[in-house]
């Protein structure tokens, strides 16, 4: 498997903000020779031994996922890749443990799956914000914002969160998406209709067959998807002039577990430091999205549009 194929992105990504089938399937990701070769991805003693005595008893990190194109998602041969499953190959080496990724087949799943511990921690397309960060610890890893996706063509004009009202809007249950689009509603003079689903998959299909007008969809995903158009994205367009609450993806952590949310911080900001998370950023196409310095519940610090 190659997991450092260049998606082209380029037109877009190169201003971007600088300017501004699978539920419970798990995947046990093994040490591929490319992410063993980044600077930065090297075992580190010191900061495996400061992993949660629980977690170095079991011997596996396990980590909760959903897919998001191009942060997780399956190829044809049904391997979980992307940003995320990189990442945690990455942490695997350098935590000197073994990871088991799971897709839990719905976004909203992610928060009860940290909240009950059945999930050591998340590392998913998730955005942070302040109500979630009250919830559960969230590493900030990734820049992203939210932008609009239709049906190729935009056969009905849309241009504008504006737009949208009046009009059916698909988006996952329990998301940020959701929030921002639910508070957005109550300033329409005509009503929008909100189509809450399950999936994310199940949203854009939605968009794709005309039962819904649009949805409003992370940034780095829908320019993928456009780009792409893998899975059920056929037949769907981003609209990528439309830029809305610039933020940060992030990984979730039970807050009773502040020595696992400390040591995956470490161990990135040791990929950020010596450059292997650029270089898997850069690989997917999303090299301007990467962070200089990993945080933690750090949402209040980004403006919100």
Not at 5 to 12: E, G, I, K, V, Y
Not at 130 to 150: N, S
Not at 194 to 212: C, E, W, Y
Request: hydrophobic share 45%; with cysteine.
């Amino acid at each position: 498997m190659t997991y450092f194929t260049r998606l082209a992105l380029a037109p877009f990504f190169a201003a971007a903000l600088a300017t501004s089938t699978a539920a419970q399937t798990a995947q046990t990701l093994t040490a591929f020779e490319e992410i063993k070769a980044l600077p930065g991805v090297t075992a580190n003693p010191d900061l495996a031994a400061q992993l949660p005595q629980s977690i170095r008893d079991a011997g596996v990190l396990r980590i909760a996922t959903d897919l998001t194109p191009p942060i997780s998602f399956f190829d044809d041969q049904g391997k979980l890749i992307g940003i995320d499953a990189d990442i945690a190959k990455a942490l695997s080496i350098i935590l000197d443990i073994e990871v088991e990724m799971t897709d839990l087949g719905a976004g909203a799943g992610i928060v009860p799956a940290i909240l009950s511990k059945r999930f050591d921690m998340s590392i998913s397309g998730i955005n942070d914000d302040p109500l979630l960060e009250k919830q559960v610890d969230v590493i900030d890893y990734m820049f992203d914002a939210t932008t609009i996706m239709v049906q190729q063509g935009n056969p009905q004009g849309i241009a504008s969160m504006d737009d949208l009202c009046g009009k059916r809007v698909a988006v996952p249950v329990g998301t940020f998406q959701n929030r921002l689009v639910t508070a957005f509603a109550e300033s329409c003079a005509e009503e929008m209709q909100i189509m809450s689903l399950p999936k994310m998959p199940d949203v854009l299909q939605s968009v794709r067959t005309g039962r819904a007008d649009a949805t409003v969809n992370g940034y780095a995903t829908s320019v993928y998807t456009t780009e792409k158009q893998v899975g059920k994205g056929v037949g769907l367009e981003a609209l990528p002039e439309i830029r809305l609450a610039v933020g940060y993806l992030g990984m979730l952590t039970h807050k009773q577990n502040p020595e696992l949310r400390d040591t995956v911080v470490a161990a990135l900001q040791q990929m950020v430091d010596e450059g292997g998370y650029g270089q898997i950023m850069e690989s997917w196409g999303l090299g301007p999205l990467a962070v200089e310095t990993v945080k933690v519940n750090d949402a209040a610090s980004m403006p919100v549009e």
